[in-house]
């Protein structure tokens, strides 16, 4: 058993799965925090037992943790920023463009401080990323990775998935960032069983950026999204109703492009799974990384870059109960 402290702020769907899957890999000191204090009572509640400790704390006590896995919604970087300057490694879930580009941006604070910042580490973006490095092994060069994302997690999730959808959605074209209406750009993408086919649209995303950063070499990244008619031409209003309490089956593909022995080649890798699920997945695995000296590498890093272990982190993810599934075409 692992006894290092492991902090979780939120205590919602995602930070759920988070605390659950720290358990399952052996961690038995868990400090959970959360805005509203009676529901990390109740997540401390279910998962404490004899042979572990997971108590609900205020934010102040996440300061005695090793690294603070950070689970709730945008931003994350003004927290982070208190967390690096005491060494307290982060694990972060946002996928706001801008907060995924502030927590870039703490590298060299992070390094100053012998600190590790894994942006994020969810399932777009994070999974994509080790989806893309583990691939790489079946060209000569890449140069192109293609996005799709389907289904939210909790409420959180849901409104930055609406807010996505009313932004400027950033693209890498041809040595250059291009940004283009969010809902625009329609493609139909299939997902694996049992989600199927969606059509996907351009989305503000943090992927690209976070791609680039992870594989250079990448001369063209998107980013799409699933939605409906009726999600397109609200995304610029108020949500209409309350987000769901956790959304149903999602999934998420990323499509490859590069060569291989002179002939152009497309590979394609997805998983269907519970957004929330597989985002706390990534992210417990990243904390599991950082506290047993997995990830050694300082500074802000992002999952699917060259020195880290990606290779154990995609198979331990996979261990969980994920399943993998890939289409490879010519």
Same mark, same amino acid.
């Given at each position: 058993?692992?006894?290092?402290?492991?902090?979780?702020?939120?205590?919602?769907?995602?930070?759920?799965?988070?605390?659950?899957?720290?358990?399952?890999?052996?961690?038995?000191?868990?400090?959970?925090?959360?805005?509203?204090?009676?529901?990390?009572?109740?997540?401390?509640?279910?998962?404490?037992?004899?042979?572990? =400790?997971?108590?609900?704390? #205020?934010?102040? $006590? &996440?300061?005695?943790?090793?690294?603070? +896995?950070? /689970? !709730?919604?945008?931003?994350?970087?003004?927290?982070?920023?208190?967390?690096?300057?005491?060494?307290?490694?982060?694990?972060?879930?946002?996928?706001?463009?801008?907060?995924?580009?502030?927590?870039?941006?703490?590298?060299?604070?992070?390094?100053?401080?012998?600190?590790?910042?894994?942006?994020?580490?969810?399932?777009?973006?994070?999974?994509?990323?080790?989806?893309?490095?583990?691939?790489?092994?079946?060209?000569?060069?890449?140069?192109?990775?293609?996005?799709?994302?389907?289904?939210?997690?909790?409420?959180?999730?849901?409104?930055?998935?609406?807010?996505?959808?009313?932004?400027?959605?950033?693209?890498?074209?041809?040595?250059?960032?291009? =940004?283009?209406?969010?809902? #625009?750009?329609? $493609? &139909?993408?299939?997902?694996?069983?049992? +989600?199927? /086919? !969606?059509?996907?649209?351009?989305?503000?995303?943090?992927?690209?950026?976070?791609?680039?950063?992870?594989?250079?070499?990448?001369?063209?990244?998107?980013?799409?999204?699933?939605?409906?008619?009726?999600?397109?031409?609200?995304?610029?209003?108020?949500?209409?109703?309350?987000?769901?309490?956790?959304?149903?089956?999602?999934?998420?593909?990323?499509?490859?492009?590069?060569?291989?022995?002179?002939?152009?080649?497309?590979?394609?890798?997805?998983?269907?799974?519970?957004?929330?699920?597989?985002?706390?997945?990534?992210?417990?695995?990243?904390?599991?990384?950082?506290?047993?000296?997995?990830?050694?590498?300082?500074?802000?890093?992002?999952?699917?870059?060259?020195?880290?272990?990606?290779?154990?982190? &995609?198979?331990?993810?996979?261990?969980?109960?994920?399943?993998?599934?890939?289409?490879?075409?010519?």
């Amino acid at each position: 058993m692992l006894s290092t402290k492991i902090g979780v702020l939120g205590a919602g769907v995602t930070g759920g799965r988070v605390v659950e899957h720290l358990r399952t890999l052996g961690h038995e000191n868990i400090l959970v925090c959360d805005s509203i204090l009676a529901r990390a009572q109740r997540l401390a509640s279910l998962h404490s037992s004899s042979g572990s =400790r997971v108590v609900a704390v #205020s934010k102040e $006590e &996440l300061f005695e943790c090793a690294v603070v +896995v950070l /689970a !709730y919604g945008e931003p994350h970087a003004p927290f982070a920023q208190q967390l690096i300057q005491r060494g307290i490694s982060i694990v972060s879930l946002s996928d706001s463009v801008s907060d995924c580009m502030n927590l870039v941006a703490l590298d060299v604070k992070a390094k100053e401080h012998n600190a590790i910042v894994i942006v994020g580490a969810a399932s777009s973006p994070g999974v994509t990323g080790l989806l893309l490095r583990s691939m790489t092994s079946r060209f000569d060069t890449i140069d192109e990775a293609h996005v799709a994302l389907h289904g939210t997690g909790g409420p959180d999730c849901a409104r930055q998935h609406h807010h996505a959808l009313s932004g400027q959605s950033i693209g890498w074209h041809d040595n250059e960032w291009l =940004r283009r209406p969010s809902g #625009s750009g329609r $493609e &139909l993408c299939w997902f694996p069983e049992p +989600v199927g /086919a !969606y059509d996907c649209y351009r989305a503000e995303l943090p992927d690209p950026v976070l791609l680039k950063k992870a594989m250079p070499e990448l001369e063209r990244i998107t980013a799409r999204v699933s939605a409906t008619r009726r999600d397109r031409f609200t995304a610029r209003l108020p949500m209409l109703a309350p987000p769901h309490a956790e959304g149903g089956m999602g999934a998420v593909r990323i499509e490859v492009r590069g060569n291989r022995a002179g002939s152009r080649i497309v590979e394609i890798a997805g998983i269907a799974e519970r957004i929330a699920q597989l985002a706390g997945v990534v992210s417990a695995v990243s904390a599991h990384a950082v506290v047993t000296n997995m990830i050694e590498v300082r500074g802000a890093r992002v999952l699917g870059e060259e020195g880290l272990p990606n290779t154990e982190l &995609l198979n331990m993810v996979l261990a969980s109960g994920v399943r993998l599934h890939q289409f490879v075409g010519a």
